[in-house]
């Protein structure tokens, strides 16, 4: 990730299917160092108004414009293991295609508005600035600190001059959100690729569904998450467009 100063935020609606520097959140490679940026920015004592961080995600590589649409599934058929009541499973995914470059479009958020801003209160110092794993480490001001963009159009008519794709699917790591692997699957996209991502639910830090609804990590037993990942994943592949 890159930072960029002053910018405004920008957030977008869901479609309804219709980057480890900081932890407890963290962000693989170059996000750390930009975040860490970020970071000492806001926390330095100046005498000026504290400008506003926008955190910039690497540019995709390949030859295609990307578009991406997120996804709000529902299977009816399985209850929700990690509930006490009784509700379907609920999921959010999202594909990312080769598209059409058309500006009728909005850049997608790299996060929901609500879920970005749980995940700004989760950060505190890492390795990099001091011991991740301790619990009682103070939060990282992140006040001023906005989270990035994407280079892919929100909604965008797919590219359909290919006849054929390969579709890849992203499962992101144990607690991860699938927001973490932006960078990577948008450079697949812009080489000709689909790509499914999925969000597994209290398995996740936050999810955030249509409508603003947030549901946080909850879960710790290892061995049932990987069972209901399995699970997520064959309904996610079967009820993407794709």
């Known amino acids: 990730m890159r930072r960029a100063e002053d910018s405004p935020a920008t957030s977008g609606p869901f479609w309804n299917a219709r980057d480890r520097g900081l932890a407890r959140r963290c962000f693989p490679g170059a996000g750390a160092a930009a975040l860490s940026l970020a970071v000492s920015g806001c926390a330095a004592p100046s005498p000026r108004p504290a400008r506003r961080l926008r955190l910039m995600l690497q540019a995709p590589s390949g030859p295609y414009p990307i578009g991406t649409a997120a996804l709000h599934l529902v299977d009816h058929s399985r209850r929700d293991p990690w509930l006490a009541v009784a509700r379907p499973r609920e999921v959010m995914a999202s594909v990312w295609y080769p598209a059409l470059d058309d500006g009728r479009y909005p850049w997608a958020p790299w996060m929901p ?63 991860d959100d699938r927001e973490l692997g932006t960078g990577l699957v948008s450079d697949l996209a812009s080489r000709g690729y689909i790509v499914v991502t999925t969000d597994y639910t209290y398995e996740a830090a936050e999810v955030e569904f249509p409508g603003g609804r947030v549901e946080a990590g909850r879960q710790t037993d290892l061995s049932k998450a990987v069972k209901v990942r399995v699970a997520d994943t064959r309904f996610c592949l079967t009820n993407s467009p794709c």
Do not use: E
């Open 113 to 175: 508005p609500a879920a970005g801003k749980l995940f700004l209160t989760q950060l505190i110092p890492s390795p990099l600035t001091g011991p991740s794993a301790v619990t009682s480490a103070p939060p990282v001001p992140l006040d001023s600190v906005r989270l990035p963009v994407t280079q892919a159009r929100q909604g965008a008519p797919a590219d359909l001059s290919v006849q054929r794709h390969p579709v890849v699917l992203y499962s992101p790591g144990y607690g």
